[in-house]
Structure formats: structure tokens, C-alpha cells
């Protein structure tokens, strides 16, 4: 699906509160693409005029989030976001000042896909899967991530 800011493509307004929550299948995560991405911001990194954030929602913890960044034009989102469990939250906030074109994203659900050499290798670490089961399945995918580029 895609979510757009608010008048897109025109400049969205001020004041802007809006929370989008995506929830995909439970063996998938969530990937975020940007087609688009102008959220103004005068020189400060960390996003204190317009921002747009993002966090994984836990499902299995109640509305327990960790925030994957807050994004605007001085800290633009450099590829895709991908959750850490199957709920997605994104948040944008607007202030009362200037304001830009605002941002195109296109999201969608990514199966896990755990490749058996690699539970191998992981089980010859000694790396206890009866704990950690829901870590060590998210540990591959990035793994697996980073090797493809
Ligand atoms: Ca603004």
C-alpha cells in the first residue's frame, strides 16, 4: 500500500498529528520505501521542526514500540525501514512554521524466510534458541540483508 502526507503533492499543513499503524501477516515484517521525502527542517539533525518517526510495535507486548528513526530533511530515511515484528507505526508531527512537499512511502509485507545452513552455524555457537527464538529468527534476516546488499 502507500501512505501519503496530508495534500501530497502539495505542502502539508501545520500542526499535523497523524499516526498510521500497518500490520501485516504474523510471519512477516514490514518494509518502507520512499518514493518521495521533502520534511523541512532548518539545520538541526535530530528533527525538531517537522518530523516523521517510526517504530515497531510489539505485538506479543501489549503497544510496547522501538523506534526504528525520526526522519526530515536534515536525517532523510537512507533505504528502506524494515520492522523488527509484523506492526509498524509512523507518526508524522508538524509545527507551526514552514512547511514542504511532505512524503510518498510505499509499504508492504516481507515473509521471514530462515535458511537451514545458517541454523547451523548458529547452533554450533552455542546460541540457545529456547530463549532467544524470536531474536535469533530477526538476527538471520539481517544477516541475510546485509549479505544480498
Ligand atoms: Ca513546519
Known amino acids: 500500500g502507500n501512505i501519503l502526507s496530508p495534500s501530497f503533492p ?3 499543513g501545520s500542526g499535523l498529528s497523524c499516526i498510521w499503524i500497518i500490520t501485516v501477516s504474523e510471519s512477516s515484517y514490514v518494509q518502507l520505501k520512499f518514493n518521495s521525502f521533502d520534511v ?6 535530530v528533527c525538531t521542526r517537522d518530523r516523521l518517526e517510526v517504530s515497531s510495535i510489539n505485538p506479543h507486548e501489549g503497544t510496547a514500540t522501538t523506534s526504528l528513526g525520526a526522519y526530515c ?5 537512507k533505504g528502506p525501514i524494515e520492522s523488527l515484528w509484523n506492526m509498524l507505526r509512523v507518526t508524522f508531527i508538524t509545527d507551526t512554521t514552514i512547511s514542504a512537499q511532505g512524503f510518498w512511502l510505499s509499504y508492504r509485507g516481507i515473509q521471514y524466510q530462515v ?5 547451523k552455524s548458529l547452533t554450533s555457537e552455542n546460541f540457545s534458541f529456547k530463549d532467544h527464538i524470536s531474536f535469533c529468527i530477526l538476527d538471520i ?8 546488499g
Request: proline share 11%; glycine share 0%.
Open 40 to 45: 523541512y527542517e532548518m539545520d538541526s539533525p
Open 73 to 77: 530533511n536534515t536525517n532523510p530515511p
Open 115 to 119: 535458511d537451514i545452513q545458517l541454523n
Open 141 to 148: 534476516h539481517f544477516r541475510l540483508f546485509a549479505w544480498l
Open 10 to 12: 502539495s505542502n502539508y
